[in-house]
């Protein structure tokens, strides 16, 4: 079985070439060197920080999250948030875990308009 970041690799050079990006050019403006950049697209290192990878996503018009998860990462903004409140967080991901992309999309508009109110 491949590891994870062989598929996120393999989808980096893709988008990559899909998008008309050398790969020196694209290393350039993720602020890596071409050299790394070939060895995450070969699967042979760990993808770079959540930082780097939200940035190759902005490049390549695609979703930072997904792209972040899907390189092993966590959105650098996560850890605070846990801490603040880590019982509750914690509480809630655990109810949410299982529910539908759909349920889980009303739950985060559930979730704004209480932030809205100030609830």
């Not at 590891?3 to 020196?24: C, I, P, Q, T, Y």
């Amino acid at each position: 079985m491949p590891a994870k970041h062989d598929s996120f690799g393999r989808l980096l050079r893709d988008k990559r070439l899909e998008k008309g990006f050398s790969l020196r050019k694209f290393a350039e403006a993720v602020g890596v060197s071409p050299t790394y950049l070939s060895q995450v697209e070969q699967g042979n290192v760990q993808p770079p920080t959540a930082d780097r990878v939200k940035r190759m996503a902005e490049l390549l018009e695609e979703n930072a999250d997904e792209w972040i998860a899907l390189a092993g990462r966590v959105p650098e903004d996560l850890p605070k948030i846990i801490q603040e409140q880590p019982t509750e967080i914690s509480e809630l991901l655990r109810e949410a875990s299982g529910l539908t992309a759909d349920q889980l999309r009303k739950l985060r508009e559930q979730a704004r308009r209480l932030k809205e109110r100030g609830s």
